[in-house]
Each structure stands twice: as C-alpha cells, then as structure tokens.
T-cell receptor, first 114, second 112 residues
Framework: GAVVSQHPSWVICKSGTSVKIECRSLDFQATTMFWYRQFPKQSLMLMATSNEGSKATYEQGVEKDKFLINHASLTLSTLTVTSAHPEDSSFYICSASRGPYEQYFGPGTRLTVT | QKEVEQDPGPLSVPEGAIVSLNCTYS??????FMWYRQYSRKGPELLMY????GNKEDGRFTAQVDKSSKYISLFIRDSQPSDSATYLCAMIDQGGSEKLVFGKGTKLTVNP
C-alpha cells in the first residue's frame, strides 16, 4: 500500500509555455500533499503544502503565481508551472500524507524547459 | 547551524558489511524521525519512522534515536548492492505542521 504516482514522468516544453504535473495517491486518501523541487545532488526543497479544498501554502521565496497548485480531491493534486523558463528546469516530486507522520513520495517529474 | 546535519559521503562498502548512517539535529522540538532511500532519478521511499527516543527494527534495517544527544542512526546489516542509493534522514516537530526537514542525504555504494 501507500503508492503515489506522478504524471508525466518526464516533460520537455518551450520557454513561455505552461506545464501541468499530476500527483495521485492510488490506494489511500491524502488530506495533505506536498510539492518539492530537487536540483542535482541536492536534497529536496519544499515548495508548497496543499490541503484538499483549500488554497496551497507556499514556502518563502516560491512564486505562487508561477507555480499554481490545485488539490482537487483527496487523491489528486496538480502543479502547473506557468510561463516556464529554463531556470525552472528541475526534478519535481510530490508527496502525500497518509497519517500525521507518514509521507509517501511520488516517482518525480523531470521538467526540461528549452 | 543547519537544523539537520548529514554527512553527504560518498560512502563505499563491500557487500555484506554493516552500514551506519547518521544525522544530528539542533531543534529539540523534533519528535518524529524518518529515513528515506532515494535511487537516482526516483522519488524517496520511506524506509522507517520512529517516534521519540529508542530503536526500531525492520528486517536488515535498524533505526535508532537518541534525543538527549540529538542524534539519529540507520544501520543496514548484510548490505547488498541493491542498497546502493542516497539515504535521507527527515524529521518533524510535534507542533502540528507535517513539514519534513531533510538532511542533505548520504550517497551509499555497496560493492559486490
């Protein structure tokens, strides 16, 4: 149990376009989901916390108008990178919380902006 | 001083060795401690979580927490080449937030 999926696993887009990444908890309901960003050989950087039915809470320095998060249901959260630029190229990972202290991560989405 | 310190390694051991991975932390409010394993280009996988001080064992893995020293460890017995990955410690305080605070991760290679 405790499987989290992400789609797509890899995406290339042109500068100025928008990209949507989906995160789903497949076998449990998650009231809270998290979005992280990871640069090569670095640890995960929390971008935002997403609660079902309410607005996401963004970490300091993360542009909420650029990284739109929608937690539509207890099993689905989406991250949309708007007007993407090459510096947005990164590995984006979501996690879903099954209990207060059990976070399960998705496999990640590699975004390349050309 | 960072909240969570973890030696990034790299750590290289022969197959069958006992591996010891460690993290120290500064925030005494941390109550829940996790270890994640991350393979290259994959999301982290939750290995174990423990509450407060003590030991927890799961197969070849043992997690230890010493709150008095603000020190946590993960031991891997009979290490296998498939254990080669980056190991991340993570912690949560008991203040209600579910935000994980991660160490930088230790890259482990187990050589056959």
């Amino acid at each position: 149990g405790a499987v989290v999926s992400q789609h797509p696993s890899w995406v290339i887009c042109k500068s100025g376009t928008s990209v949507k990444i989906e995160c789903r908890s497949l076998d449990f309901q998650a009231t809270t989901m998290f979005w992280y960003r990871q640069f090569p050989k670095q640890s995960l950087m929390l971008m935002a916390t997403s609660n079902e039915g309410s607005k996401a809470t963004y970490e300091q320095g993360v542009e909420k108008d650029k990284f739109l998060i929608n937690h539509a249901s207890l099993t689905l959260s989406t991250l949309t990178v708007t007007s993407a630029h090459p510096e947005d190229s990164s590995f984006y990972i979501c996690s879903a919380s099954r209990g207060p202290y059990e976070q399960y991560f998705g496999p990640g989405t590699r975004l390349t902006v050309t | 001083q960072k909240e969570v310190e973890q030696d990034p390694g790299p750590l290289s051991v022969p197959e069958g060795a006992i591996v010891s991975l460690n993290c120290t932390y500064s925030n005494s409010a941390f109550q829940y401690f996790m270890w994640y394993r991350q393979y290259s280009r994959k999301g982290p996988e939750l290995l174990m979580y423990t509450y407060s001080s003590g030991n927890k064992e799961d197969g070849r893995f043992t997690a230890q927490v010493d709150k008095s020293s603000k020190y946590i460890s993960l031991f891997i017995r009979d290490s296998q080449p498939s254990d080669s990955a980056t190991y991340l410690c993570a912690m949560i305080d008991q203040g209600g937030s579910e935000k994980l605070v991660f160490g930088k991760g230790t890259k482990l290679t187990v050589n056959p």
